[in-house]
């Protein structure tokens, strides 16, 4: 039942997402987030990727499509730090689960670790896997995991993604998550400044992970109690609109409430995607380092063609199930 309500929140948040300049934290968001982080890259590596940027960008959603269709990839993409004080209100889950995954296996077993989300150790996995990559200078795989690792680096940087309550469903707030991660970019993302400076080397990928979900996890309180109070102080008429998608007649939250609950959140959804941005090309960079500093410029632009196209294949090659869907309640 909870990968099906998690398939249901998916499907829901990007079915109904105009995909424009501007639009939410959904597929054009994770293309914006990569396409941003290319350019905090030093000048060794920024020629690599820039040159690169459209493939980089493009695949930067390709964890999304196979989310529901592959074994072992939905767990990837979040972690409900909370289940493990479920029952304890005044116990830290981060004290509580043990930051290196051998440590957390023995205490709490694997299968509870894939129930209840493995993103912060997947970020990790996926920089070394990217490292091999850069050691062995496999550039399809380096293209590939350059835009893959971006996308679970974008969802750890979500603080609906760090929870069991990540709809509201468990407050009476369903449909926050589509608020949050949607509406509000939506919106004001247009406004937002994407200067971050350069990226940075990180001596410890794990910890950064960790770190990233952490300070996600602390803004949680933030983007629930501030949409409840606003809430209580506006009638459903005034919380709620309807604008026209297309051919649909869409019930949204109205520009009104989300301006209030913007402005409460004092620039928390552009923080959280700057932070997603450095992250993205400080690991890209780490992994590069680690791996020796390659010279990545000794390929053809030919080869570099043909290594795309292939990828591209390989993709379009996999078919996945159909999700089901349901009307979204905002």
Not at 183 to 206: I, M, Q, T
Not at 220 to 246: C, H, N
């Amino acid at each position: 039942m909870k990968l099906l309500s998690r398939i249901i929140v998916l499907f829901v948040c990007l079915s109904t997402i105009p995909l424009k300049a501007g639009a939410p934290w959904g597929f054009f968001a994770h293309k914006r987030i990569n396409e941003l982080a290319v350019f905090t890259l030093p000048e060794e590596l920024f020629g690599f990727y820039k040159d690169n940027i459209h493939f980089i960008t493009e695949h930067a959603v390709d964890p999304d499509k196979r989310r529901y269709g592959v074994k072992g990839e939905a767990p990837r993409h979040y972690i409900d730090i909370d289940h493990y004080c479920k029952h304890d209100s005044a116990c830290n889950p981060f004290d509580l689960v043990p930051r290196r995954w051998n440590d957390a296996v023995e205490k709490f077993s694997e299968d509870t670790l894939m129930e209840y989300g493995i993103v912060p150790w997947h970020i990790s996995n996926m920089t070394y896997r990217l490292t091999k990559a850069f050691e062995e200078k496999n550039i399809k795989r380096i293209l590939r995991t350059s835009a893959e690792i971006g996308h679970y680096i974008g969802d750890a940087h979500v603080p609906l993604h760090t929870t069991e309550n990540y709809n509201g469903q468990l407050s009476g707030q369903y449909g926050i998550h589509g608020f949050w991660e949607s509406r509000l970019p939506e919106l004001y993302e247009p406004d937002y400044d994407f200067f971050v400076g350069k990226a940075n080397y990180v001596e410890s990928p794990l910890d950064k992970a960790w770190d990233v979900v952490e300070a996600s996890h602390n803004a949680l309180d933030s983007v629930l109690r501030f949409e409840k109070e606003l809430t209580e102080e506006y009638d459903e008429d005034d919380k709620f609109s309807y604008e026209e998608r297309g051919r649909m007649l869409i019930k949204v939250y109205s520009e009104e409430f989300s301006n209030a609950y913007h402005q409460r959140l004092n620039g928390q959804v552009e923080r959280r995607m700057k932070e997603a941005v450095i992250t993205i090309g400080s690991l890209w960079y780490t992994a590069w380092v680690n791996a020796g500093q390659p010279n990545l410029d000794e390929i053809s632009p030919e080869e570099m063609e043909n290594l795309k196209e292939e990828i591209a294949k390989e993709n379009e090659s996999k078919e996945l199930p159909e999700l089901r869907k349901r009307e979204h309640d905002n």
